[in-house]
């Protein structure tokens, strides 16, 4: 929710967010398999995720696409993509990555609190997400964009830059979610790993206050 909402706020729509989880729920195994080491496996799986990002914004802002067509091809190319790397079948780190799984399954006892570590990172995301939006020029150029585009680029806001950076976030932030994922259940399979994770993430966006027509 936290990556669609970014994207939202611009006035924008991805509907990719599913198919990017699949990315980095099946390239993650598929590198480790490889003999990549797991913490590079993950680097290069979160780069891959925002390089497609990248690629929605060039599209969105330098060709002039509609984001609710660029993000649909994306949904359907992106995980058609992936059943043809993974042939289709069941993948799983096995017991190759479990120092990464503590990411996902592992908790850090706080006193008599045992807190898991998702949920850490969950409440970092969320206040680094608030202070961004509330505390920063570019969180103000974001809502302004969403207000008025038109207005925004007239007071000398960076538009363009803002609306890449804004997808190439919400894929990062799914790349992640997906990664996070993968880790926990240790097992995917491209056809169905990530499915309606768009609608779950733009629901919840919604849900905790972020208007479909952007700008608040």
């Known amino acids: 929710s936290l990556a669609a909402a970014f994207v939202m706020l611009t006035g924008g729509i991805d509907l990719s ?43 969105v802002v330098g060709v002039g696409l509609q ?35 503590w ?32 505390r920063t020029v570019l969180g103000r150029y974001l809502f302004a964009l969403g207000r008025n585009e038109e207005a925004a680029r007239f007071a000398g806001v960076p538009t363009g830059r803002c609306i890449v950076l804004a997808y190439v976030l919400c894929s ?7 990664c996070l994922l993968m880790l926990d259940v240790n097992s995917v399979q491209a056809s169905t790993f990530g499915n309606f994770y768009e609608l779950y993430a733009i629901a919840g966006a919604v849900l905790g206050g972020v208007a479909l027509r952007g700008g608040e």
């Open 17 to 59: 967010i599913g198919a990017v989880v699949c990315v980095a729920g099946c390239l993650l195994p598929v590198l480790v398999g490889a003999g990549v080491a797991p913490g590079l496996a993950l680097v290069v799986v979160l780069g891959v995720c925002g390089l497609i990002g990248l690629w929605h914004g060039v599209l």
């Open 67 to 101: 984001p609710f067509v660029v993000t649909l091809c994306g949904l359907l190319v992106y995980r058609g993509a992936m059943r043809v790397v993974t042939d289709d079948q069941s993948m799983s780190l096995g017991a190759a990555a479990e120092t990464l799984r």
């Open 103 to 134: 990411l996902s399954v592992g908790t850090v006892e706080l006193g008599p609190l045992r807190v898991p570590v998702v949920v850490g990172l969950l409440l970092l995301l969320a206040l680094a997400t608030a202070l961004l939006w509330h």
């Open 172 to 178: 990062l932030l799914a790349g992640l979610g997906g």
